[in-house]
């Protein structure tokens, strides 16, 4: 009951500063759609200000006094004065914040912005964002920070300044993370010398995307490419420590240019929540579901959870019971951002809305694992979640032979053995591929998104089939659940940031938001189906073993490895 009280409690202050931040639209003052509205106090404004336009006219003709106004005339003020603060409102406020809000202003549930452009240098007057604050108050700090880095250092280790609250007290990140670093060397005895500090801009981070930082980890990045898709060409930047994955990806890419490109298709695209509320009897779960599953309450649901974003949408909700357990399945457009910041707080309004109607309604989560993140689960492999993806491409027989060193048969016959079958041996949940994960992953790390959420977004199938009388070869990947973003999150860093310039999809869409996310899932896909493509031929042709040990092992002794 305890912990119950404190997700209460931790629930009433996020609904309170909830209250603070959403962008209310007039709309929202009447039971209507909001095209109604706008119809309803644009004819309001129109007739108000005829009326008045023509009874004014009238009292100058017969030199009546202006001031003096009928019952008529006190109402047609009073509509004029409503109907025009209602479209300023409407339509002034949106536009104003369309000019000075930046691009991502509604991405980030904790009001990050990611849409300008990557900092390549901590600014010199940075105002600093709040830290997370579940690593506590800042005012566990003494009140006056010592001057000196040596003497701070000291009381760090002795615990009379907590390690979080350097960067808010000092106003320097890249001093604090030098600190901290001293005073995790002292406590540890561990050097950690090959752990850069310096190069990197600690103020990016803060707030955002990590916390207590002490340095930075290197990862090198290949291209892979051109990646010929949908007639468009891309140079697939990935992220890795596994030898040859860059290598076996790009032959992967060449044997598709050479065979005339691939095409892809985007078949669903919607991010999902699922919070879980226990009601005290099967039979009212049962009258909640009801309620958000009834399509005349659809509208009303929707308008409420679309005004905390201009860039969330509602699409569906779907729910399932477990005894008097309620889990409420949302699904949303997030425009280019993945979104789950985004669709927790159209979720917590709709909550705080159901609270009213069904007070009886205890919320147990914003989170019940029937969403799923960073989980495998079938909901995500039948369902989908984020982009629900197929890429596919036709290889030439020469092109088989030429450069995948192979022949059609027997990579037809290897996917059914092995990525059907042998996973199906295997109880494979989404796994009916050879190592779609390996692309996706470092595709991610290079483009700045959640690499955990490659649990599901690694959900893939791949297809091998003989066309034209068996001489060529069709190759398909389905990918139902690519979690991407352009904006947010990681994607703002200076290193990612800029490899998603390189695809082309850096930041939002102004013209067409969910494009830039849409197109980098399909990149993902792409960059798949080469890596498919590649390390079947590899396993066909018996070549694997023998180029990992040539490319996957550190030598300094070139002779060493094998031809």
Known sequence: MDARRK??????AGRAAAARLPRVQAGDALPLPIRHTNLIFSALFAVSLAYLMRRWREKIRSSTPLHAVGLAEMLAIFGLIASLIYLLSFFGIAFVQSIVSSSDEDEDFLGVGAGAPPPTAAPPARQLPAPCALLGSPAAAPEKMPEEDEEIVAEVVAGKIPSYVLETRLGDCRRAAGIRREALRRITG???EGLPLDGFDYASILGQCCELPVGYVQLPVGIAGPLLLDGQRYYVPMATTEGCLVASTNRGCKAIAESGGATSVVLRDGMTRAPVARLPTARRAA???AFLEDPDNFETLSMIFNRSSRFARLQGVQCAMAGRNLYM????????AMGMNMISKGVQNVLDFLQDDFPDMDVISISGNFCSDKKPAAVNWIEGRGKSVVCEAVIKEEVVKKVLKTDVQSLVELNTIKNLAGSAIAGALGGFNAHASNIVTAIFIATGQDPAQNVESSHCITMLEPINDGKDLHISVTMPSIEVGTVGGGTQLASQSACLDLLGVKGANRDSPGS???LLATVVAGGVLAGEL????????GQLVKSHMKYNRSSKDMSKIVP
Do not use: H, M, P, W
């Not at 997700?7 to 009433?12: H, K, L, P, S």
């Not at 399945?329 to 280019?336: A, E, I, K």
């Open 329 to 336: 399945r949302f699904t949303c457009s997030t425009g280019d």
């Open 7 to 12: 997700v209460g409690q931790q629930g009433a």
């Open 516 to 518: 830039n996310a849409r």
């Open 190 to 192: 561990r050097e950690i």
């Open 287 to 289: 009258e909640v579901r």
């Open 534 to 541: 590649s390390l079947l031929s590899a396993l066909a042709a």
